[in-house]
T-cell receptor, first 112, second 110 residues
Framework: DTGVSQNPRHKITKRGQNVTFRCDPI?????LYWYRQTLGQGPEFLTY????????KSRLLSDRFSAERPKGSFSTLEIQRTEQGDSAMYLC??????????FGSGTRLTVV | RKEVEQDPGPFNVPEGATVAFNCTYS??????FFWYRQDCRKEPKLLMS???SGNEDGRFTAQLNRASQYISLLIRDSKLSDSATYLC???????????FGAGTRLFVKA
C-alpha cells in the first residue's frame, strides 16, 4: 500500500495525559501536513514540513503541540497535557509541490 | 470573514439532478484551487483541481473566476454515490497553508 498511513486510528486519553500520533507519508512526497478537523468543519491547518524542515506552524497550535519529521520521512505530532478541546480528528497529508494532497485515514482523539 | 466560504447546505436532490456548489475566497493572491470529497467519518479525497479555463471530469465540471474570487463545482446526472461533503480548497501564492472550506453536504435520494 503506497498511501498515507496514520497510527493509531483511535486514541482515548484522560485529560492531562500526553499523546503522540504517527504519520507515514507517500515515500516520494516531500511535503507533509498536519490538519485537525472537528465535526461540521473543514480541516484546519496545523503545520507543514518540506522534507525535514518545519516551514510553517499555525497560530492555532499552542505550546502544548509539537511536531517533528526526522530525516524527512515519517512525522510525529505530540500533544502534551491534553484538554477536552483537543478532541478532534487529526489528519496527515502529503503531496508533491503544486499537487493536491493525499490524506491518511486520520487519528481520532477523544479526551475524557 | 472566513478565508474560504461555502454554503453548508445540505443540498437534497433526486437521482439524475444537476447540482452546483459555489465557494468564495478572500485572498486574491491565491494560486491553487481544488475540490475534495469527504464521506462520513472518512478522510478527504481529491476530486479535481480547478483551472481558470475550467475543467471537466466525467459528470463533474469545475470553474474558477479569479475576478470575482469564486470557484464552482457542477455535478450532472447525480448518483446516490455522490452523497458526501464537498470541500473547497485554496492555496495562497508562495504559501503552504492550504485553506479548506467548511464543506457543502449533498444528499442524493432515489
Amino acid at each position: 500500500d503506497t498511501g498515507v498511513s496514520q497510527n493509531p486510528r483511535h486514541k482515548i486519553t484522560k485529560r492531562g495525559q500526553n499523546v503522540t500520533f504517527r504519520c507515514d507519508p507517500i515515500s516520494e512526497h516531500n511535503r507533509l501536513y498536519w490538519y485537525r478537523q472537528t465535526l461540521g468543519q473543514g480541516p484546519e491547518f496545523l503545520t507543514y514540513f518540506q522534507n525535514e524542515a518545519q516551514l510553517e506552524k499555525s497560530r492555532l497550535l499552542s505550546d502544548r503541540f509539537s511536531a517533528e519529521r526526522p530525516k524527512g520521512s515519517f512525522s510525529t505530532l505530540e500533544i502534551q497535557r491534553t484538554e477536552q478541546g483537543d478532541s478532534a480528528m487529526y489528519l496527515c497529508a502529503s503531496s508533491l509541490e503544486g499537487a493536491g494532497y493525499t490524506f491518511g485515514s486520520g487519528t481520532r482523539l477523544t479526551v475524557v | 470573514r472566513k478565508e474560504v466560504e461555502q454554503d453548508p447546505g445540505p443540498f437534497n436532490v433526486p437521482e439524475g439532478a444537476t447540482v452546483a456548489f459555489n465557494c468564495t475566497y478572500s485572498n486574491s493572491a491565491s494560486q491553487s484551487f481544488f475540490w475534495y470529497r469527504q464521506d462520513c467519518r472518512k478522510e478527504p479525497k481529491l476530486l479535481m483541481s480547478v483551472y481558470s479555463s475550467g475543467n471537466e471530469d466525467g459528470r463533474f465540471t469545475a470553474q474558477l473566476n479569479r475576478a470575482s474570487q469564486y470557484i464552482s463545482l457542477l455535478i450532472r446526472d447525480s448518483k446516490l454515490s455522490d452523497s458526501a461533503t464537498y470541500l473547497c480548497v485554496v492555496t495562497p501564492t508562495g504559501g503552504f497553508k492550504t485553506i479548506f472550506g467548511a464543506g457543502t453536504r449533498l444528499f442524493v435520494k432515489a
